[in-house]
């Protein structure tokens, strides 16, 4: 789904966030959860590829419209909040101007941002 001019620029915000602050992200994009939650969703793509520790997740569901964000457990100090605060105000309004790579290596900004309890809205 992604362009290769969106793909690079996604994996170069993957690629800071692993490098400055040991956060290894990855970004799913698919159409459809079908009666699923995207949290649900995340949850269970995290559980069968077994992510874990200090792993994150971006799941954007591209015809519902939606999205989440799972964090393994070594990342608990980001609150819910912040991860809400990820998703509305740094990858949300990105998604919205069809900047789908920006959209993933923004939330990689942010997702680095809140695991230092920096995070502000976009």
Same mark, same amino acid.
């Given at each position: ?6 793909? %690079? ?17 990855? #970004? ?5 959860? $079908?009666?699923?939650?995207? /949290? &649900?969703?995340? %949850?269970? +793509? ?8 200090? &792993?994150?997740?971006?799941? +954007? *569901? *591209? !015809?519902?419209?939606? !999205?989440?964000i799972w *964090?393994? /457990? ?6 819910? !909040?912040?991860?809400?605060? +990820?998703?509305?105000?740094? *990858?949300? /309004? %990105?998604? =919205? ?5 920006? #959209?993933i290596s !923004? $939330?990689? =900004?942010?997702?680095?941002? #809140?695991?230092?309890?920096?995070? %502000? $809205?976009?």
């Amino acid at each position: 789904m992604l362009t290769a001019a969106d793909r %690079t620029t996604a994996e170069a915000g993957i690629s800071a966030l692993n490098d400055q602050r040991n956060i290894q992200l990855y #970004a799913l994009f698919v159409p459809t959860t $079908g009666d699923q939650t995207a /949290p &649900d969703y995340a %949850t269970e +793509v995290a559980t069968q590829n077994s992510l874990g520790g200090n &792993d994150a997740l971006i799941v +954007v *569901v *591209v !015809d519902d419209r939606r !999205d989440a964000i799972w *964090v393994g /457990p070594l990342l608990c100090a980001i609150t819910n !909040d912040e991860l809400d605060t +990820v998703l509305a105000s740094h *990858v949300e /309004p %990105t998604l =919205q101007s069809g900047s789908w790579g920006q #959209a993933i290596s !923004d $939330g990689a =900004q942010a997702i680095g941002d #809140a695991g230092l309890g920096d995070i %502000t $809205g976009g």
